[in-house]
């Protein structure tokens, strides 16, 4: 049976001065009508948003921010808004990324803040999920991902939750240039769809977006593509050469295709 057409989302992280943006954003627009129906997303620093926005209006190419804050505005110094996000031409926005966790003491219970104010100015949540090395080595791989959906949803209902795109990312993976083994990243996809379908039914699990991201690159997308769930990557690294990026693209739109 194909698969949905993959979603491919670019995290750029710390990364790429305007000008390099700008170079980076041409390529994959210029790319982006020879790759069928795939989706690709560019995630860059909040400086070059309003750059990558004039070259992605009207094009397949989706945009988004790497944070948002939960309130509207207001003395935050640091922090960025949702309508801060839309009025730059955002329509994307990673929360809960483990390094937000990590390194700026991100909770599930402030993750579910974010998603509720993505939800409400019209950004699609991608909204990662993963468990660290400790917590794998330990047999509590589930458990973990589990309390990160709990939480993080909450009490958010079947027709928001369908707006959100969900991001499995192993913490040992990321960055690492250790992958997940299909096999290992799609029994936990597995996991959340079936968390998603007790939550809110058949039809929405079977819709939701779920990616992969940790250490994804050309060489090993196509084999994570075929695997069930597995509907798109969340790429940091490799996103940053528009070609390795690209490239990840194709092979996952070239999997899609596999009966
Ligand atoms: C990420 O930061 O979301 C990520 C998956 O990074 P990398 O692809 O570099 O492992």
């Given at each position: 049976m194909s698969k949905k057409a993959p979603l491919v989302a670019g995290n750029w992280k710390m990364h790429a001065t305007l000008a390099e943006g700008r170079a980076l954003v041409s390529a994959i627009v210029t790319a982006?009508?020879?790759?069928?129906?795939?989706?690709?997303?560019?995630?860059?620093?909040?400086?070059?948003?309003?750059?990558?926005?004039k070259l992605t209006v009207g094009t397949a190419v989706g945009l988004g921010g790497q944070n948002i804050h939960w309130e509207d505005k207001g003395a935050f110094t640091g922090e960025i808004s949702g309508p801060m996000?839309?009025?730059?031409?955002?329509?994307?926005?990673?929360?809960?990324?483990?390094?937000?966790?990590?390194?700026?003491?991100e909770t599930d219970a402030t993750v579910h803040k974010k998603v509720g104010a993505a939800l409400r100015h019209g950004l699609t949540p991608i909204l990662c999920v993963g468990e660290s090395l400790e917590e794998r080595e330990a047999g509590?791989?589930?458990?973990r991902i589990g309390a990160q959906l709990d939480v993080g949803l909450g009490e958010t209902g079947r027709g928001d939750a369908e707006r959100i795109v969900f991001a499995y990312e192993p913490v040992w993976a990321i960055g690492t240039g250790r992958t997940a083994a299909p096999a290992q990243a799609e029994e936990v996809h597995a996991f959340i769809r079936?968390?998603?379908?007790?939550?809110?039914?058949?039809?929405?699990?079977?819709?939701?977006?779920?990616?992969?991201?940790?250490s994804v690159k050309p060489a090993n997308a196509y084999i994570l593509y075929l695997e069930r769930d597995i509907d798109g990557f969340l790429v940091g690294g490799a996103s940053l050469e528009a070609d390795s990026f690209v490239g990840i693209a194709s092979e996952a739109l070239r999997a899609s295709k596999e009966e």
């Open positions: 982006a009508p020879g790759l069928g129906n795939a989706r690709m997303v560019v995630i860059p620093p909040f400086t070059a948003l309003s750059e990558a926005a996000l839309r009025d730059a031409g955002c329509d994307y926005v990673v929360i809960g990324h483990s390094e937000r966790r990590q390194y700026f003491s509590k791989t589930i458990d079936g968390k998603l379908e007790e939550k809110y039914g058949k039809p929405t699990a079977a819709c939701a977006i779920i990616l992969y991201g940790g």
